[in-house]
């Protein structure tokens, strides 16, 4: 599995951060970063929730 | 009952709408549901009588979101501001995002969980001075003063002027509304300018807005006192950063505009947590269970975000205007330039097409895209000290106190309009 920041849409809400801080993480101005595009099997579900949780629906999955 | 008559309803309660007053919120969801089924972009006449232009009220959380996001046909240059206009609330991008530049690095994650030993200690002290009492008020003795204090040593106000703060917040943001005190000092002001009060005591929209423009002058004749003292006397505050923000990198900003953004940060920052708060707990008093299942919860750091996040969903306070820039065809309804747009997140957070069960608390909801924080480029740029200090003053209040009801001899106030509590009375259960 794969993750990215759409940051057109993302507007620092931190709902990821505060899911998962093992992948992402916020910039100075408090934006998501996807600190591990390759999420390891055992944060899989942890992305999952973080991708739910976003109201701007900004957390991109990608499945090989 | 039939579509026909379903429809019906709701263009009745359409063209009555009124979220502006506390008994409004007897039948708030109800309303929003009947409008949301039947009518979800509705055209609103007593909203277009208040001096608005045509308005229009979306119900629907797909709407709601679009309108949020499309900050291009949904302008935040509403008007009705006293004095100016505020930054960065009242501004759209470009220019919007510029502002926010500024004041984002201040308000991130980092810088909010830096003040977490802070607001543990402050609610602690208030919480055991509040249970020490004979009888309390949680709005009066916590929820108002917890927030309000946080922020006014965070921007750099002087905490000695607390009282006339609260008064100038009040005065400006609850006019109207049923907040007693607001309507209370509102009507003194006016009677001193030398206006004449209508039937009800209250006043006229224009006489309304001579007095939001006279106490908005004493604010902002405060701010550039402040503004004054911290240019001879720098400080760690915010009003001494501003100072030295620069707009785009290329320059400082004007009296004007550090003036009119000390006003955002103090009207938004004041208002908001205490509101949630308060409403929170009223419904705890009122649904014991409901408390129970938080307090066996709130020590678990692995759920107790989210159930934060569920009761603000829950009881979201906002609704955001918008002013629709052309003519535009949405969802089959056409809006034209210059109409009105209300946006109710506390209707769109109970749309059972985006949270199934919506009346009901669900403390590990998945998904929960609420927008008790908004959406878009103005969703709350105090969203994570937001959070934080309705997670800690939950926590730090049911420790010292998990069992309480409400005082049958003393009922909460609630108000209408950016909804909450004025007063909310609790005896031990």
Wanted: proline share 7%.
């Amino acid at each position: 599995m794969r993750v990215a920041i759409d940051t057109a849409k993302c507007q620092g809400h931190g709902q990821c951060v505060m899911t998962c801080p093992e992948v992402f993480s916020a910039d100075d101005q408090g934006f998501a970063v996807a600190l591990q595009p390759e999420v390891p099997a055992s944060l899989v579900e942890k992305v999952e929730r973080a991708a739910l949780r976003c109201p701007e629906r900004a957390v991109r999955i990608e499945r090989a | 009952m039939s579509d026909r008559e379903a429809l019906n309803r709701a263009v009745s309660l359409a063209r009555e709408f009124d979220n502006t007053t506390p008994e409004f919120l007897e039948h708030e969801f109800e309303t929003y549901q009947a409008l949301r089924e039947a009518l979800p972009i509705a055209r609103s006449e007593r909203r277009a009588a208040a001096g608005v232009g045509a308005a229009w009220v979306l119900t629907r959380y797909d709407d709601i979101t679009e309108a949020l996001t499309n900050p291009a046909d949904f302008s935040n240059q509403t008007a009705n501001y006293p004095v100016r206009p505020w930054i960065p609330q009242a501004v759209d991008p470009p220019a919007h995002t510029a502002y926010r530049r500024i004041l984002n690095p201040w308000f991130t994650v980092d810088a909010m969980s830096k003040l977490e030993p802070h607001l543990e200690q402050y609610a602690s002290e208030l919480v055991q001075k509040m249970v020490a009492k004979p009888a309390f008020d949680f709005v009066a003795d916590f929820a108002d003063p917890f927030p309000t204090v946080i922020f006014c040593e965070l921007i750099g106000f002087p905490l000695g002027d607390y009282a006339q703060i609260m008064d100038w917040k009040n005065m400006t943001m609850h006019a109207a509304d049923g907040h007693a005190r607001g309507a209370a000092l509102v009507r003194e002001r006016g009677l001193k300018l030398g206006l004449t009060p209508n039937a009800v005591g209250g006043f006229s929209p224009e006489d309304g807005m001579k007095i939001r423009v006279d106490v908005g002058r004493e604010v902002y004749a405060y701010f550039a006192k402040l503004l004054d003292a911290r240019r001879k006397e720098p400080r760690d505050d915010l009003i001494t950063k501003l100072l030295a923000a620069e707009f785009e990198g290329k320059r400082k900003l004007t009296q004007e505009e550090l003036e009119d953004t000390l006003f955002l940060l103090f009207m938004a920052g004041l208002d908001t947590v205490a509101s949630v708060l308060g409403l929170i707990v009223r419904h705890f008093a009122l649904d014991p269970e409901k408390r129970r299942e938080f307090v066996a919860l709130m020590e678990d750091p692995e759920r107790v975000g989210a159930a934060v996040e569920e009761l603000v969903r829950f009881h979201a306070i906002v609704t955001s205007p918008r002013r629709v820039t052309r003519d535009l065809a949405f969802h089959g309804a056409q809006l034209r330039s210059g109409d009105f747009v209300a946006l109710p997140t506390p209707a769109a957070n109970r749309d059972p097409a985006e949270f199934p069960n919506p009346d009901a608390i669900e403390y590990d909801r998945t998904p929960n895209r609420h927008l008790g924080f908004g959406l878009g480029p103005h969703r709350c740029l105090g969203i994570h000290l937001a959070r934080r200090e309705v997670r800690i003053a939950l926590q730090v209040f049911h420790r010292a106190l998990p069992e309480y009801r409400l005082d049958p001899a003393h009922p909460p106030q609630l108000f209408g309009g950016m909804k909450g509590v004025a007063s909310l009375p609790l005896l031990r259960a």
